[in-house]
């Protein structure tokens, strides 16, 4: 079967968490799953990493955490090179159904990974026989990522209460 592109981008809030939700639905219908994270990676800290580890879920990091507080983007873009290989690698391993690449987005908006080497992977993923189905998520996707996948969801923000001023990342929402 042909795999599928998923997008999950925009401003809103649950991009990652939905595509964690399909991965948790994956899992349950007997999918084998893998979790690449780009960019921001708090690996120690997020309850869903933790969980991906008890359940025995491969999740690699690949980042070197918020851009604001880097001096330079060489090592971000090192481990976002590293990261797109380590994809590529298991997705051609043929041991995974579904492949989240969490904040790759960024990677790409910023040119640390080449966008048309990524879109031509994207190809060869379509191209493949029972090859993983890929779920991309992270704002700012670009039209020429949105013309590949073959599903493209924008969130949206109409609130975020994060804005109200006085409430910050909240255990179970948020970490
Ligand atoms: P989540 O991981 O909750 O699904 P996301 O993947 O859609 O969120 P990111 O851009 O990865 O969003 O940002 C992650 C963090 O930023 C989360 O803590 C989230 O609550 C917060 N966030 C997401 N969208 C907004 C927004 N529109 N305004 C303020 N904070 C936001
Ligand atoms: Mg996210």
Request: glycine share 10%.
């Amino acid at each position: 079967m042909k795999p599928l592109v998923l997008v999950y981008t925009g401003d809103g809030k649950g991009k990652t968490t939905a595509a964690l939700g399909c991965v948790f639905r994956a899992l349950g219908s007997g999918g084998r799953c893998a979790v690449i994270q780009f960019i921001k990676c708090d690996a120690q800290s997020t309850g869903e990493c933790r969980m991906a580890h008890q359940i025995g879920l491969l999740w690699e990091c690949y980042g070197k955490g918020f851009l604001w507080n880097q001096e330079s983007l060489e090592p971000t873009r090192e481990e976002a090179l590293k990261g797109f290989a380590r994809a590529r690698e298991l997705a051609a391993s043929g041991q995974y159904d579904l492949m989240v690449l969490d904040e790759v987005t960024y990677a790409l908006s910023l040119g640390l990974i080449d966008e048309r080497e990524f879109l031509s992977w994207i190809s060869e993923i379509h191209e493949m026989n029972d090859g993983p189905c890929l779920i991309i998520t992270g704002r700012g996707a670009s039209m020429a990522l949105q013309t590949a996948a073959d599903t493209v969801t924008e969130m949206k923000e109409i609130k975020h209460h994060f804005k109200s001023g006085d409430i910050k990342a909240r255990k179970f929402i948020e970490f």
